[in-house]
């Protein structure tokens, strides 16, 4: 198998702290710049899995950087550089403690949530009727939050949200605005390339001088479902599963295999040829969504490469 980079211990000049993420880890620069390294973790059901998936991280990255560029003129986002393929760097900022899920069809946590009778979801009611992948009449907004105890996300309502004081109302207007927009733009994107953008999460922080900005991943396969758009009617008419492009295939791989990240499930084998097709999953998702042809970087020594090109840009700084 291809080397892959599951884990960091980088030493850059200035750096003051690491925070390692699921799938990113983040380093502080002077408290004021991050540096965040998207490695080959693959993460579901909030369960890392036991082996890494080729080029995963410079997929993520890529697609998310190309995504705060093609957004930047609706919404500000922390990015001022890439000088390695799996890195970013931007604005160090004070993260909201909500992600902003947003959905345009009934699909996956939501279908499953409907299918168990539920037609509230995060304070947003679900029509009647509706079978799994159908579209709403309108995309809903469906928060996240961190659960006190432990590491999952735990569905919140927005007057919970504020109640709480999670996030102030003024602030919320902002994010659910914020959210609307990036969520148009990702569809027109997607729908360019045949894809349907069906539900998504943005996570959003506020910089040093108070402003609101987009941070982490935008529009991945990660944070993303896609459909393709081609046959959608067809499948939905015939209740046949969409053809998707997202780590819902992982899952779902995951499910059919006994595992649901439940206490005292154990991981199956990924084999080899599992993760291999992973890695071309997350390929075919790469230039499905960007338009273009992917170039893998040389992973002969993924930790010196990205040392060298970050302590490079630092130094120009």
């Known amino acids: 198998m291809l080397n892959t980079i599951t884990h960091t211990d980088f030493d850059f000049p200035g750096q003051v702290h690491v925070y390692r993420g699921k799938v990113r880890e983040v380093y502080n620069i002077k408290n004021d710049l991050l540096v965040m390294v998207a490695t080959d973790r693959l993460s579901a059901f909030d369960v890392v899995m036991p082996k890494g998936i080729p ?3 410079q997929i993520l990255n890529q697609i998310a950087t190309s995504m705060m560029k093609a957004t930047e003129d609706l919404v500000p986002n922390w990015l001022l550089a890439t000088p ?9 900022c004070e993260p909201f403690k909500v992600e902003m899920v947003i959905r345009g069809y009934l699909s996956g946590h939501a279908a499953r949530e409907y299918k168990a009778g539920k037609r509230i979801l995060c304070g947003v009611a679900m029509p009647e009727g509706m079978k799994e992948n159908d579209k709403f009449p309108q995309p809903i907004i469906t928060p996240a939050t961190k659960a006190e105890m432990g590491d999952h996300d ?26 609307k927009k990036l969520f148009q733009r990702g569809s027109e994107i997607a729908a ?17 001088e108070g402003k609101i900005v987009l941070i982490d991943e935008i529009h991945t396969p990660d944070s993303s ?3 393709y758009a081609e046959g959608y009617e067809e499948r939905q008419a015939k209740g046949e599963p969409q053809k998707q492009l997202s780590k819902e295939f992982v899952r779902q791989w995951l499910i059919a295999n ?17 993760v291999e097709s992973v890695s071309e999953r997350y390929i075919e998702l790469y230039e499905n969504i960007t338009g273009e ?25």
């Open 192 to 208: 360019k390339r045949g894809l349907i953008l069906v539900d998504t999460k943005y996570e959003f922080g506020k910089t040093k």
């Open 293 to 317: 042809t992917f170039e893998k970087a040389d992973v002969s020594a993924i930790e010196s490469r990205i040392d060298k090109n970050v302590r490079q840009y630092l130094s120009s700084l």
């Open 84 to 92: 390695d393929p799996n890195v970013a760097v931007g604005h160090l």
């Open 225 to 227: 479902r896609y459909f």
């Open 258 to 274: 006994g595992f649901q990240g439940k206490e005292g499930q154990t991981v199956p084998e990924m084999t080899d040829a599992y």
């Open 55 to 57: 080029y995963k991280g």
């Open 154 to 179: 735990e569905d919140i309502s927005r007057e919970d949200i504020i109640k709480r004081g999670i996030v102030s109302e003024e602030d919320y207007l902002v994010l659910e605005d914020y959210t």
